[in-house]
T-cell receptor, first 114, second 111 residues
Framework: GAGVSQSPSNKVTEKGKDVELRCDPI?????LYWYRQSLGQGLEFLIY????????KSGLPSDRFSAERTGGSVSTLTIQRTQQEDSAVYLC????????????FGPGTRLTVT | GENVEQHPSTLSVQEGDSAVIKCTYS??????FPWYKQELGKRPQLIID?????GEKKDQRIAVTLNKTAKHFSLHITETQPEDSAVYFC??????????FGAGTQVVVTP
């Protein structure tokens, strides 16, 4: 079946502009995660959605970052007033709550802030 | 919260030799420990995982061991091949909620 998809694949924006990144999880997966990966670095947790529960936002680096998940499916990560340090690959992953908890990652969105 | 440390950060091995990557975690409630492989420019992909009710799991040339008492787990790759060259990430989770990833190990297998 279809895997996790993300759009756009690449985004170049000017400092100070807002950006929206989209994630389409695997159908039926109730858990959805956003991570940030800077060049040559590890995976930095940003936010986690599980079903209808309140999201775990503990990884969001500042109040310029926010995310929504509509209808328990598609998610949008919004970065307001982008800064150069926001440049990174933003990865989305989804998993089934039935286990075995494997996270399936999307291809990522490469964000470059100029 | 959970903290996962991963060592070494880089690992160079000769083709055919074994590679071992070690991770430690801090939250005793963690019960699920996956390992992901990320090739250059690609997404992370699960290669093996282990739950806290077993101490070892093997899949062909890859094995993972878990020591719950010491809170550490390791990835073992035997008979390494050039296609094993990638960045490997360990992670720990309670199964619900967020995963805490290690910083990654760059493995380079030289022919």
């Amino acid at each position: 079946g279809a895997g996790v998809s993300q759009s756009p694949s690449n985004k170049v924006t000017e400092k100070g502009k807002d950006v929206e990144l989209r994630c389409d999880p695997i159908s039926g997966h109730t858990a959805l995660y956003w991570y940030r990966q800077s060049l040559g670095q590890g995976l930095e947790f940003l936010i986690y959605f599980q079903g209808n529960s309140a999201p775990d936002k503990s990884g969001l680096p500042s109040d310029r970052f926010s995310a929504e998940r509509t209808g328990g499916s598609v998610s949008t990560l919004t970065i307001q007033r982008t800064q150069q340090e926001d440049s990174a690959v933003y990865l989305c992953a989804s998993s089934s709550d039935r286990g075995p908890y494997e996270q399936y990652f999307g291809p990522g969105t490469r964000l470059t802030v100029t | 919260g959970e903290n996962v440390e991963q060592h070494p950060s880089t690992l160079s091995v000769q083709e055919g030799d074994s590679a071992v990557i070690k991770c430690t975690y801090s939250d005793s409630a963690s019960n699920y420990f996956p390992w992901y492989k990320q090739e250059l420019g690609k997404r992370p992909q699960l290669i093996i995982d282990i739950r806290s009710n077993v101490g070892e799991k093997k899949d062909q040339r890859i094995a993972v061991t878990l020591n719950k008492t010491a809170k550490h787990f390791s990835l073992h790759i035997t008979e390494t091949q050039p296609e094993d060259s990638a960045v490997y990430f360990c992670a720990a989770s309670t199964g619900w909620g967020k995963f805490q990833f290690g910083a990654g190990t760059q493995v380079v297998v030289t022919p």
